[in-house]
């Protein structure tokens, strides 16, 4: 009994022996089998989407370029546009305090356009490893350059009625709306790229810029043609000029009837009927 006691004392002992190593080696290797097999997994995950694991964005760099992207965008975006439609409002008043309002709307608006964007690119040269090795930081190093090369030329700007001034008008017209153009294509391209190193859609972002961008268009391009709709209720008498439209000749009618009887009627027998 002693003998049979104290053997299944041993195999006991040797069950939780083994019990235990066994324990103890699921424990120590599984947590290096789980990372192994997140080793595996992220990058087959990142390889889906053309991103490697190491060029995904830290939360805190995600922040970083999401406060670059609404700078350049409020700047090159927003602003910029802005400024080029109220200067082209401007070209249909002669003279005037409507005239100057719209230049110095459209000065201001630049400034700020100009001042957001050179903080957006002293924050992006200082925080961001730029190694120019893609499109969009190129075309936003170039950017840098042309808003403060078209700042220069805005400030050069010569005296009306001088030779120098039709030279300087084309210029600062071309050289402004191309930059304006590419900034705005410089924004798509970074949302490209931010979805690429987030991961994350940017479908919204994407519609309502181009709805923001199309609706300025649009009144851009109005513009030029609202004059032209409103020419067209004119008609054209003999010799090409310009005759009224049927109502247009009765309210003018009805306005000289109204002046007729704002003017004194001279009496028949009055007395400078005498001197006719």
């Not at 991961?199 to 199309?214: G, K, M, P």
Request: net charge positive.
């Amino acid at each position: 009994m002693h003998v049979n006691h104290t053997s299944k004392m041993v195999s006991l002992k040797r069950n939780l022996t083994s019990f235990a190593l066994l324990a103890l080696f699921v424990t120590v290797h599984l947590p290096f089998a789980s990372c192994s097999s997140l080793k595996e997994t992220l990058p087959a995950f990142a390889h889906i989407n053309n991103v490697n694991r190491d060029e995904l964005l830290s939360p805190k760099m995600r922040f970083e370029v999401t406060v670059h992207g609404v700078l350049l965008w409020a700047s090159l975006g927003f602003l910029m546009p802005i400024g080029i439609l109220l200067i082209r409002l401007s070209n249909k008043e002669e003279n005037g305090t409507r005239l100057k309002l719209y230049f110095y709307f459209h000065l201001v608006v630049q400034i700020l356009s100009l001042s957001i964007g050179t903080v957006g690119a002293i924050k992006s040269i200082k925080t961001f490893e730029n190694s120019f090795n893609n499109n969009h930081q190129r075309i936003g190093l170039v950017l840098y350059i042309a808003i403060w090369v078209q700042a220069v030329i805005g400030f050069c700007r010569p005296n009306r009625g001088t030779k120098k001034r039709s030279l300087w008008y084309f210029f600062h017209w071309i050289f402004g709306t191309m930059t304006c153009i590419v900034g705005i294509l410089n924004i798509y391209t970074g949302l490209e790229a931010y979805k690429k190193r987030t991961n994350r859609s940017v479908t919204l972002w994407i519609i309502l810029f181009t709805a923001e961008i199309s609706s300025m268009a649009f009144f851009y391009l109005f513009q030029d043609k609202w004059d032209y709709m409103q020419k067209q209720g004119v008609c054209l008498g003999e010799g090409g000029q310009v005759r009224p439209s049927d109502d247009q000749e009765s309210s003018i009618k009805n306005n000289d009837k109204r002046d007729l009887w704002k003017e004194p009627c001279s009496k028949v027998n009055a007395f400078k009927n005498l001197f006719k």
